[in-house]
């Protein structure tokens, strides 16, 4: 609560004039973060061109915001509260829900070569473990290569989108 008073410039009594308790700001950044990641879905499916492209030429920026230190270390706390807080855990997992529902249906109107609803759901859970991941090893690693990620990370996208085997 102190860190979060001193970013809004805040005072801890005057934000609980907004919230209830720290589960109501928890759940603010689950929401928070799930719109910010549904816009960007949306801008990429408004993108000309082949959406899946798209989300390789996206990589540099995704990997900026799961590599920011600030941010990877506030999914770690939200996270590490959902395992100890049904409510927050219910949260977390509609939000998730929410965001792997979306993401299938952007693969399925970009046509998906012959996916199945299979390969499509493994693909998206690919795509949350690599870009959580990222977040995850910046706070165990942060001087790691971002350039050299995102270059590993574009190849397996593109294995990722290509047809199933």
Not at 48 to 73: T, Y
Not at 106 to 120: L, Y
């Amino acid at each position: 609560m102190a860190q979060i008073a001193t970013q809004s410039g805040m005072s801890v009594g005057h934000i609980y004039r907004y919230f209830a308790g720290k589960d109501e700001i928890i759940k603010a950044i689950v929401q928070h973060n799930l719109e910010e990641v549904t816009s960007r879905f949306l801008e990429l499916e408004r993108a000309p061109g082949n959406l899946f492209q798209a989300l390789i030429d996206g990589v540099d920026d995704s990997v900026g915001k799961a590599a920011d230190p600030e941010r990877a270390a506030l999914v770690l706390e939200v996270r590490a509260e959902a395992g100890r807080n049904p409510e927050v855990a219910m949260s977390v997992q509609a939000a998730d829900q929410t965001l792997r529902e979306h993401l299938a249906r952007v693969f399925h109107r970009a046509g998906a070569p012959d996916w199945s609803n299979g390969d499509v759901e493994a693909r998206v859970e690919m795509m949350a473990l690599i870009f959580e991941g990222v977040s995850l090893r910046m706070i165990a690693h942060p001087d790691l290569d971002r350039n050299a990620l995102s270059e590993m990370i574009r190849r397996t996208l593109q294995a990722l989108f290509s047809p199933p085997v």
